[in-house]
Nanobody, 123 residues
Framework: QVRLVESGGGLVQPGGSLRLSCAAS????????MGWYRQAPGKQRELFAT???????TFADSVKGRFTISRDNGKNTVYLQMNSLKPEDTAVYYC?????????????????WGQGTQVTVSS
């Protein structure tokens, strides 16, 4: 069984910063990629930041220059540093991982989701 657990959400004023964490645990063989999605009320869930096993990162234009993503491979944890937050960043933030497990083996990449954490940017 694999679990992704996010932490670090909360209420912040515009212009402020937050750091989210997502820790993966369980019978993990390898993590190919991890990413962050968010879903605002009435909108679709959107992918905005990814990091692959080699360390390459990608960002949506909406967060580029304000958010950074990093990864601690030894802890199977991904971090999202969010700076210069705006009210439009308000959403539930979800962690996602593409990984292989002891149960399914190296050849079968599985996709897992965290439970989500609320980020509210408001004065």
């Amino acid at each position: 069984q694999v679990r992704l657990v996010e932490s670090g959400g909360g209420l912040v004023q515009p212009g402020g910063s937050l750091r989210l964490s997502c820790a993966a645990s369980g019978s993990i063989l390898s993590i190919n990629a991890m990413g962050w999605y968010r879903q605002a009320p009435g909108k679709q869930r959107e992918l905005f930041a990814t990091i692959i096993s080699g360390g390459n990162t990608t960002f949506a234009d909406s967060v580029k220059g304000r958010f950074t993503i990093s990864r601690d491979n030894g802890k199977n944890t991904v971090y999202l540093q969010m700076n210069s937050l705006k009210p439009e960043d308000t959403a539930v933030y979800y962690c996602n991982a593409h990984l292989t497990t002891l149960t399914t083996g190296w050849g079968s990449v599985q996709r897992y989701w965290g439970q989500g954490t609320q980020v509210t940017v408001s004065s």
